[in-house]
C-alpha cells in the first residue's frame, strides 16, 4: 500500500511524500524546500529512499542537496537536466521500481522542454504532474510551445479516469473561476467550486484530484467543447477550426485573466 501527503511549502507548492506502510521508506517529488522534508520525515521516524524530479525550476529543486547531506537517496530527474543532484537521468518510456510498484516515466514538454511525469501503478494510478497539469487548469508554456503542451495534455487524457493526480501547486480556486468564466453553463465546475471551497475553510488540500473530474472541469482538457470554442471566438473575434487553435487562444485568455 502507498500513502500520499502533501508537504505544503513556499507560498503555494506541494512536495508529495510517498510512503511505503509496509516500511519505513519515503519518496518525495519535487523537494522545494528541504528544511519541511526532514522535519517531517525526523517526526515521523521515516527515511528517505528516493527522490523523483518533474523539471529543473527552483521551487521544485533546491532542496536537493539538504536532502543528499542526510539520506544519500537515490535522485531521479529529466535528461540534460542541469540539476544538481540526480544521480539517475531518465526519460520517455523508462521504468522504475519504486516499493514493487512500477514507475511510467512520461515526456511532458510544454511548461518546461525537460518536464516530466511520473505514473505509478499501485492497484489505482497515481500520476505526479509537476506544473503540467492542474485542477481545472495547466502549466505556463515558459519553453516549450501550444502545440507540445497539447500534445502532453492528450497524453493525460488517456489515463484511466480513476488515476489520482497530484500537481505541484494550490491553483484549483483560481483555475475554477476562470474556467467558469470561459464555459458558464457547466454544472460541474460549480459542484466542484463548493467543494473544494469547504476543503479550503477547514484548512485542507483540494488535491488530489483525479481524471475523471478534470475531463469534466478542466477546459485545457476540453478543447473540443463548443461553449469554450464560441466564447474564445467571441472574445477574440476569430473563427477557430482546430482543438490546438482553441488550446493556443484559451492558455493566451488565462495568461492575462
Not at 508554456?141 to 487524457?157: D, R
Amino acid at each position: 500500500m502507498l500513502k500520499v501527503t502533501p508537504l505544503a511549502v513556499l507560498q503555494d507548492n506541494y512536495i508529495w511524500l510517498i510512503q511505503d506502510t509496509n516500511s519505513d521508506s519515503v519518496a518525495v517529488v519535487d523537494p522545494g524546500d528541504g528544511a519541511t522534508v526532514h522535519a517531517y520525515l525526523e517526526k515521523h521516524n521515516l527515511t528517505l529512499s528516493n527522490i523523483f524530479i518533474t523539471h529543473h525550476h527552483l521551487d521544485h529543486t533546491q532542496g536537493i542537496p539538504e536532502l543528499v547531506s542526510h539520506y544519500r537517496p537515490t535522485v531521479f530527474g529529466p535528461r540534460d537536466s542541469e540539476v544538481e543532484g540526480i544521480t539517475h537521468f531518465i526519460g520517455e518510456g523508462d521504468e522504475i521500481s519504486l516499493f514493487g510498484h512500477k514507475v511510467n516515466v512520461i515526456a511532458a514538454p510544454g511548461h518546461t522542454l525537460d518536464h516530466l511525469l511520473y505514473l505509478i501503478d499501485s492497484k489505482i494510478f497515481h500520476l505526479f504532474c509537476g506544473d503540467t497539469l492542474f485542477s481545472a487548469g495547466c502549466g505556463k508554456l515558459l519553453e516549450g510551445t501550444p502545440q507540445e503542451m497539447f500534445h502532453t495534455l492528450q497524453k493525460i487524457k488517456k489515463l484511466p479516469t480513476n488515476t489520482l493526480i497530484y500537481p505541484a501547486h494550490e491553483y484549483s480556486m483560481s483555475n475554477l473561476k476562470f474556467a467558469k468564466k470561459v464555459e458558464p453553463s457547466n454544472a460541474d465546475i460549480t459542484r466542484i467550486y463548493q467543494i473544494y471551497s469547504n476543503k479550503v475553510n477547514s484548512g485542507q488540500s483540494t488535491l488530489p484530484s483525479d481524471i475523471q473530474t478534470e475531463l469534466l472541469i478542466n477546459p485545457f482538457l476540453r478543447t473540443n467543447n463548443s461553449e469554450i470554442v464560441n466564447a474564445i471566438e467571441k472574445r477574440y473575434s476569430t473563427n477557430i477550426e482546430t482543438e490546438i487553435q482553441t488550446f493556443t487562444a484559451l492558455r493566451a485568455w488565462k495568461d492575462s485573466y
